[in-house]
């Protein structure tokens, strides 16, 4: 773990990271989220009769978007040149996770040469597929719950390889 946190100074002031003399390198990032509703809810996801549309087409696009605005919402994070961006939801029915829960898998890659790291897009690429699932669904399952958003690796840059053990 680092020792200091780098988005505060010495004065205990928050800025954004001077990484203009970071070389670039190709960077990856991998996050995932769940959310988790109603078999109900999931089966009119994937028979494609929810009221607004498809649902993980949405997410899926959703995602990505956010990828791309992740320096708009969270005021530390530099403005990106984002080379790569998808985003996967998968159904997961009864059975198919250990805690029993239904709902959708989303994992996000993003990729980017630069001189500072892809997580947070990653990460927020994830939270907007799952919160787009939730919007377009919220009128028949309010009770969704959105959890399990991770770092699941990250590569490239100064740090290396990071892979959630």
């Keep these: 773990m680092a020792d200091r946190l780098t988005h505060v100074d010495e004065h205990g002031d928050v800025r954004m990271v001077d990484v203009s003399a970071k070389p670039d390198t190709e960077r ?5 989220g769940f959310i988790a509703m109603h078999p109900d809810t999931l089966e009119l996801i994937c028979t494609g009769q929810a009221a607004k549309g498809d ?3 949405c997410a899926r696009v959703a995602g990505v978007m956010a990828c791309k605005k992740t320096s708009d919402l969270i005021p530390m ?4 040149n984002i080379t790569k961006s998808k985003v996967e939801c998968t159904p997961v029915r009864e059975g198919g996770r250990v805690d029993g829960r239904v ?3 989303v994992a996000v890659t993003t990729g980017v040469t630069g001189k500072t790291g892809i997580e947070m897009e990653a990460l ?3 939270s907007v597929a ?3 699932i939730y ?3 919220k009128a028949v399952d309010r009770g969704m719950e959105i959890m399990d958003v991770r770092l699941l690796r990250k590569e490239g840059g100064k740090s ?3 892979v959630r053990g």
């Design 103 to 105: 709902g959708v898998h």
């Design 135 to 137: 919007d377009m669904c």
């Design 124 to 126: 927020t690429g994830a």
């Design 28 to 32: 990856v990032a991998v996050a995932e």
């Design 55 to 57: 649902v993980l087409a």
């Design 77 to 80: 994070c530099h403005p990106l």
């Design 160 to 162: 290396g390889l990071w």
């Design 130 to 132: 799952c919160l787009t």
